[in-house]
């Protein structure tokens, strides 16, 4: 069960990497760019737009409202930018060990 955790806990960082570069990226759209600022943005807000003690809803909307921000914006960006990032992070992880 620890080493699944472990496992997620790495994609989600390899993810969060490859979407900082792809932020940087100057052939990103500015909307996709704007969609993920705003899915970070979300995350980091010192409280919910929908409070938690809101049965169902209340918790949902983060598991919601943040995957269909970045669903969103990787749709909007071209395949080869998107893999491109993700080979980097890669190879530069990779190169670490």
């Known amino acids: 069960m620890f080493q699944h955790l472990k496992q997620i806990g790495k994609q989600i960082k390899r993810e969060l990497k490859v979407y900082r570069g792809i932020v940087k990226d100057s052939r990103t759209p500015l909307i996709a760019k704007m969609l993920l600022y705003l899915a970070i943005g979300y995350l980091m807000l010192p409280f919910d737009l929908i409070p938690d003690?809101?049965?169902?809803?209340?918790?949902?909307?983060?598991?919601?409202?943040?995957?269909?921000?970045?669903?969103?914006?990787?749709?909007?960006?071209?395949?080869?930018?998107?893999?491109?990032?993700?080979?980097?992070?890669?190879s530069a992880s990779q190169n670490r060990t």
């Open 53 to 90: 003690w809101i049965p169902v809803i209340g918790v949902l909307d983060d598991l919601i409202i943040v995957p269909g921000l970045v669903f969103l914006a990787l749709k909007m960006i071209p395949e080869h930018i998107v893999e491109e990032h993700r080979k980097t992070v890669d």
